[in-house]
């Protein structure tokens, strides 16, 4: 296969030391023969067992939609949101209905009601989405429900538009009601003139900090989706300034900013480079061919690979089924990066402030199923078979099993359920971006070819990503 070919011609030249782009790896590497194969992805329909876990999955977001905005909640019976489970909630909604599991009347009639509220939301300082909305009232609200102001993110609207792409591609009977949407917007903060993301963070007494976002896994990942709509993220979707350590013989590769002077982790989790994965293909935006596991965005491909294999190794040699990447608890503080490597410990798992907390190290369901569906090998075969009951029937997956034996994170999300339901329809229809072949010109390409009507928002001036 392409993928196999692609894969043993990067690890060669990692063996050759020929001045590669990969060249901070260590040789350790070719030491193991399972850096020499690529195991292939999961294809094909789904089987009963699987559709029976789509419809379970799609529960949660039975239980916890708001009629009154169209928006899930972000955690189960919490009416809080951000737009990246927001985001997640669009990846379930169009699972749901390509699977068969809701009909086109209830995803249009969700989806409507989705869009209306993004098109009439107030927005941080008029520029972007604020990070958190109610989702009964669709005002603007802390990461404690209260009402306010705090920012915005951009790797959580980066992820955002990736959905409303992928939607545009797929039904284009929405496109303009989703261009309104992007229209609405003001860029000028979010992106600067090097490519590079920034978030925007407002704290009591304080002016608005605009500070910069994203390290290497997430960043590029929602870089890709400013770039979908013809924004440039050079300076974001670069790897560097990266590094490798060395675990189990595998070149791991982590963001070497400072968490220290940058106040913000460089953590190495799974979640990126499987939504990487299962969205964009390993691909580059501008790659418009069939999903053929053909990875034109090869380092991308490569690093999900590290990722991956080290994960299996731990296993291999400790006898823990690992399965890494932040998630949400059940108890304070309520979420931790659960991490390969973080602040130069690996197998790491810290709270937002840095505090270490092995006890709440977990196999993440989205991270065992995302494996799953990317590497098809016996050890995905096992981590499906160790999480794939890890369900209420009632209410959707669980957020993971405690990797110390103490049971189920007894807590639901959008997020969790949403990303299981694409990982299954990857499995029936591979890289989830397609797109139509010669379509009519949108509102939103039509305003980027145009100075006028939108001043003072900097929308892109040449839609790169949308020229053949």
Known sequence: MKAKILNICMVSLLAAGCGNKYNQFSEDIVERKSHWDVPSARFGDLTEEEMKLAR???????????????LVNAVNNYPSVTWWDAASYLAGMVSARELGIIDKQEFDRRLVAFLTTLNTLDLFRGELPNKA?????AEKVDYGNQ???????????GRLMIWLYIIKQRYPEFTTSI???????NYCNVVDENGTMFGALLEKDKPVQYLQEGRLGYEEYAAKGFELWGFNTKQAAMAEPYATINLFGYDVPYDTRDPRKLKA?????????????????????????????????????????QIYRVQEERYKQTGIITARTEHQLDKAPYFVYDTIYTDGFAWNTISEPG?????????AIKGAMGMWVLWDTPY????????????????????????????????FTSNNNGITLEILLYKQQGKLLTYKENPAPSL????????????????PRKNVALTK
């Open 56 to 70: 379970v999955a799609w529960r949660y977001f039975e239980n916890n939609y708001q009629e009154s905005t169209g």
């Open 133 to 137: 909305y109610n989702t009964q009232t």
């Open 147 to 157: 009402p306010g102001e705090i920012g915005y993110s951009a790797l959580d609207l």
């Open 179 to 185: 261009d309104s949407v992007l229209l609405r917007w």
């Open 265 to 305: 982790h460089s953590y190495v989790v799974t979640e990126s480079y499987v939504l990487d994965g299962i969205e964009l293909g390993w691909d580059l935006v501008e790659d418009r061919t069939p999903h053929d596991y053909s990875y034109s965005h090869d380092w991308v491909a490569e690093f999900a690979l």
């Open 355 to 363: 505090d270490y907390l092995p006890q709440y190290a977990a196999v």
């Open 380 to 411: 995905t075969d096992l981590l499906y078979d160790h999480v794939s009951t890890a369900y209420h029937p009632e209410k959707g997956f669980y957020e993971g099993i405690y990797e110390n034996g103490t049971g189920m994170i007894n807590t």
């Open 444 to 459: 939103w390409e039509k305003a980027l070819e145009s100075p006028f009507g939108y001043e003072g928002q900097c929308l």
